[in-house]
């Protein structure tokens, strides 16, 4: 006797009962895959981003708005900050390096982030095509952004006021013209058009009456120079206990850890997580359930059919091996089939994310936790069939073949 096609052809005719316990499966795992990849993906982006900064300065507010605005480019800044403020933090002894970011316009939704050409250094970030920008009101795109807007050296275009898609006043005096395009680095920079953050101050200009913008940082007063945030590295681990502090008690700054909040925004985003995961492996155990109805009516239904079996030299060994098999037959379609789900819906969340211009997820990788679930799968399975095996086993010859 085969094993296998005798199991087969028993699953054959049960289509739609067979049908229901790999689908509940199926959804099971590929809720748990979908979590995964996404939690996965999203920490260590989330965690490149923020590498090599120690400290995200801004204007008094949120800690978690300003590691969200500053580093992540996902929320609006809490304001903006003193360049003179700016400037006495950058030369502090406890500070190695300090990277200034003024925001305020975006174009076609992607942000056009003021700054120095250190910020694309710090991500290793290099020249596509082109060159960085050498003047005020020269941009260089991120790999995505070129991407999306067709956009090359030697385009012009009119940033938008305001960080969102949603069409805002365009600044159309002050055109933009792109002087280079970056590699894919797959850091944030991927979605930010880059200026110096003179570009910006010259952009509203007009909020200082200021018509002829030729030198604006010669024009412009101490008090009307403005950064939105600095990305600031520490020069000794002695500043991460003194320079927080000292910045939130002595300036009109605050001061947000990248590592501590995002630590939070994590341990926020887990109490979801773990109701979605919940969720999953209940229905990873209403399958098993299911699979152990469907394998102990089957085995009702099939007493005699086994009792026929044993008489035609079956050992009791093999039909309980039948049994089990078929158990872990089911669990292995619906982890199969889960895992694709998994994938499938990672890749779809993927490309909805990527045209609200969020955080990239893709369904084309893999994490190790996923043997796991493929394990969690498959001993459900088996642990379904046991019972339906073992009786099976007991199965008696004489007394099921006189009743029919």
């Given at each position: 006797?085969?094993?296998?096609?005798?199991?087969?052809?028993?699953?054959?005719?049960?289509?739609?009962?067979?049908?229901?316990?790999?689908?509940?499966?199926?959804?099971?795992?590929?809720?748990?895959?979908?979590?995964?990849?996404?939690?996965?993906?999203?920490?260590?982006?989330?965690?490149?981003?923020a590498r090599g900064i120690d400290l995200a300065v801004g204007a008094k507010g949120s800690p978690m708005q300003i590691i969200l605005s500053a580093i992540y480019h996902i929320d609006v800044p809490t304001g903006n900050i003193s360049w003179k403020e700016a400037q006495e933090i950058s030369r502090h002894r406890m500070v190695k390096k300090a990277i200034p970011l003024a925001l305020g316009d975006s174009y076609r939704g992607y942000r056009i982030v003021g700054t120095t050409p250190d910020y694309v250094a710090h991500y290793g970030a290099k020249i596509a095509a082109g060159r960085m920008w050498q003047a005020p009101m020269e941009a260089v795109l991120g790999a995505?952004?070129?991407?999306?807007?067709?956009?090359?050296?030697?385009?012009?275009?009119?940033?938008?006021?305001?960080?969102?898609?949603?069409g805002g006043h365009a600044h159309e005096d002050h055109p933009y013209r792109v002087v280079g395009v970056l590699e894919r680095s797959g850091s944030v920079l991927d979605r930010l058009v880059l200026t110096s953050y003179q570009s910006v101050w010259v952009v509203h200009a007009e909020h200082h009456d200021i018509k002829d913008v030729t030198n604006i940082e010669q024009q412009l007063g101490d008090d009307e120079k403005e950064f939105t945030a600095l990305l600031l590295q520490y020069s000794s681990p002695l500043a991460v206990a003194i320079l927080p502090r000292y910045i939130n008690n002595n300036t009109g700054m605050q001061a947000a850890s990248p590592a501590y909040e995002t630590a939070r925004l994590f341990s926020l985003i887990g109490v979801g997580v773990d109701v979605l995961r919940a969720f999953a492996l209940v229905l990873i155990l209403s399958a098993g359930l299911s699979v152990f109805i469907a394998l102990y009516n089957a085995l009702n239904e099939r007493r005699y059919d086994l009792a026929v079996m044993r008489t035609l030299g079956a050992s009791p060994r093999r039909l309980l091996l039948l049994l089990l098999f078929e158990g872990l037959l089911l669990a292995a379609a619906g982890a199969a089939l889960g895992l694709v789900l998994g994938h499938a819906m990672a890749e779809v969340l993927g490309h909805v994310l990527k045209a609200a211009q969020q955080?990239?997820?893709?369904?084309?990788?893999?994490?190790?936790?996923?043997?796991?679930?493929?394990?969690?799968?498959?001993?459900?399975?088996?642990?379904a069939a046991l019972?339906?095996?073992?009786?099976?086993y007991r199965t008696d010859i004489a007394g099921t073949l006189a009743r029919g």
């Open positions: 006797m085969n094993i296998a096609t005798v199991g087969f052809s028993y699953m054959r005719a049960r289509p739609l009962a067979t049908l229901l316990n790999v689908l509940l499966l199926a959804l099971g795992v590929g809720t748990i895959v979908l979590l995964l990849l996404t939690t996965h993906q999203l920490e260590e982006r989330m965690q490149r981003d995505e952004v070129a991407a999306r807007t067709g956009f090359g050296v030697g385009a012009e275009f009119h940033g938008v006021h305001g960080l969102g898609d949603s955080i990239e997820i893709t369904g084309f990788a893999w994490v190790m936790e996923e043997l796991w679930v493929v394990a969690l799968a498959l001993a459900t399975g088996i642990l019972l339906p095996a073992w009786r099976a």
